[in-house]
């Protein structure tokens, strides 16, 4: 055995944190971690849990070691063998199909005027009502028809594509293998499936930008097709809706940096940047291990299902300081990890970007007079592998 | 391996001996000296390899492809006539004493 690894300690396993503990608030347990064990078995969910940025950095240059393609992938059953689960030349290939859709010229010059003219519709429901639930009334409605005009199946209405991301991602995360994930996740695929072969004769004869149209271009077999647009679903509906509830209950939360963002759109970006650095909307996604490896001193065997934690990594102090748990757009800008790193850096980041931080926010603040948090009803955040606020109720002058 | 010099976000010029079988970006990126992001990891697409090659240079190695050219739009310091992505250039292709400007942020 190789004298780093006999010099390792073994992995250590925790057992005292409870999974409800971590869905309501996780970053107590990140800390703890990061700062005692930032490599270890997380008893409850059955994986080693990896919290420090600069191991995730390690990690995603490393794809041998680390492969995202793992046979017991759960995302595999639920969704097909997507492009998430490749690695190498395989994964590469697969991508360049995509690469132009998402890049950002197409979302500056096709993509944008789509988004704010949904941020707009979106805008005109909801500014004579003075009180609404954001999450329901703009989050989720914006996030899910800009993603399936992206996507390719812009026909489809946006309540569809948030049962059928949560379906997706239900059983993508059902470990303890309940049957109700199963059927919900099956029926969520059939109605996919579905609205791909209604689209894809359009697509045919009229060749668009989106998703859907540059696969079919490209020749994609049919299962290769829907296994992407399903991780395209299960990976681009939630984030940008809590993306866009993160921005704005930090904007909220936070009136001094409120007012200078308000004042100057030069800091939207970098406003953006922070939100989802603050509270990443992909905690956590899974990679498995190779061969045996020591990361931060401690000896992962070979087959250890390793989750890398997005959500504590884009808090370590050793790159943000004392002050990471805070949401500060005037820190130092520096790397964060909300995107990932290396070869499946997020697809939807440019898309993200200009949703969220350049039209769904700025048009709340520019449009409903003195908006801001209902005393009575306090926001609710949730979750950890993914993570937003699920309600922000707020009130505005209408 | 190829001597480069490279001229960090600060104006400090720094001597590289890189490795002729990487990408630039990785030859700087590894070498410690600052100022490479490269979220993605070389792959074109996050735009915070950015790197300004020198005009000599830039016509030797001729035009970045379209791909490219759009996502040297994106950096975060606007692209000047030599700027290049530097995931995209193999240190193989330089000459010996090629002069890499860094600029002065990569977010």
Same mark, same amino acid.
């Not at chain 1, 490393?62 to 639920?78: G, K």
């Not at chain 1, 309940?178 to 059939?190: G, K, N």
């Not at chain 1, 980041?349 to 306090?378: H, K, S």
């Not at chain 2, 970045?64 to 006539?81: K, N, Q, S, Y």
């Given at each position: ?398 | ?8 976000? +600060?104006? %400090?010029?720094? #001597? ?7 990408? /630039?970006?990785? *030859? ?29 240079? +830039?016509? %030797?190695?001729? #035009? ?7 996502? /040297?739009?994106? *950096? ?32």
């Amino acid at each position: 055995m190789p004298r780093e690894e006999m010099m390792a300690k073994p992995l250590p396993v925790v057992e005292d944190v409870s999974l409800a503990a971590m869905f309501d608030d996780p970053y107590p347990t990140y800390e703890r971690l990061r700062r005692e064990a930032p490599v270890a078995w997380l008893k409850p969910a059955g994986i080693a849990l990896i919290t420090t940025f600069d191991d995730m950095i390690a990690i995603e240059r490393d794809h041998e070691t680390f492969p995202a393609n793992d046979p017991r992938s759960l995302q595999i059953r639920s969704m097909g063998h997507t492009l998430m689960r490749r690695d190498g030349e395989d994964h590469t290939t697969e991508r360049s199909a995509l690469v132009r859709t998402f890049s950002p010229p197409m979302v500056k010059s096709h993509w944008a005027p789509l988004f704010q003219a949904i941020v707009d519709e979106q805008i005109a429901a909801i500014r004579d009502q003075g009180a609404m639930d954001l999450f329901g009334a703009y989050c989720a409605p914006i996030a899910g028809r800009a993603l399936a005009e992206v996507i390719g199946i812009p026909d489809v209405d946006w309540r569809d594509m948030l049962w059928w991301s949560q379906a997706l991602i239900d059983a993508t995360g059902n470990y303890g293998d309940l049957p109700e994930p199963w059927e919900r996740c099956a029926r969520a695929s059939a109605g996919i499936d579905a609205a791909i072969d209604a689209h894809a004769e359009r697509w045919r004869a009229q060749p668009n930008p989106s998703a859907l149209s540059a696969m079919l271009a490209a020749g994609f077999p049919i299962e290769k097709i829907r296994a992407n647009i399903k991780v395209a679903i299960g990976g681009g509906m939630n984030e940008p809706r809590d993306a866009i509830g993160t921005l704005t209950l930090a904007l909220l939360e936070n009136p001094e940096q409120r007012v200078a963002w308000q004042a100057d759109p030069a800091l939207r970006r970098r406003a953006f940047e922070e939100a989802v650095r603050w509270v990443a909307p992909i905690g956590m996604y899974p990679r498995s291990v190779a061969r045996d490896v020591v990361l931060s001193d401690t000896l992962l065997p070979a087959g250890t299902p390793i989750g890398l934690v997005a959500g504590s990594a884009c808090r370590d102090e050793r790159k943000f300081g004392q002050t990471s748990g805070l949401y500060d757009l005037n820190r130092p800008q520096a790397q964060h990890l909300a995107f990932g790193s290396g070869p499946h850096f997020c697809l939807g980041a440019w898309m993200a970007r200009m949703l969220v931080g350049e039209m769904a926010v700025p048009a709340l603040f520019e449009t409903l007079p003195n908006l801001r948090l209902d005393p009575a009803q306090p926001a609710v955040w949730g979750g950890w592998v993914f993570r937003g606020p699920l309600s922000l109720p707020v009130h505005w002058d209408a | 391996m190829t001597d480069l010099t490279i001229i960090d976000p +600060a104006g %400090t010029r720094h #001597a590289l001996t890189a490795d002729t079988a990487l990408s /630039l970006m990785e *030859a700087i990126r590894d070498s410690g000296i600052g100022g490479i992001i490269a979220e993605c990891g070389g792959t074109a697409a996050c735009a915070t390899c950015h790197v300004f090659i020198g005009e000599a240079l +830039a016509a %030797t190695l001729g #035009a970045p492809d379209e791909h490219e050219l759009g996502m /040297l739009d994106f *950096a975060a310091i606007p692209p000047r006539p030599d700027s290049r992505l530097s995931c995209q250039i193999r240190v193989a292709d330089l000459p010996p004493g090629a002069v890499i400007t860094l600029p002065e942020t990569q977010l």
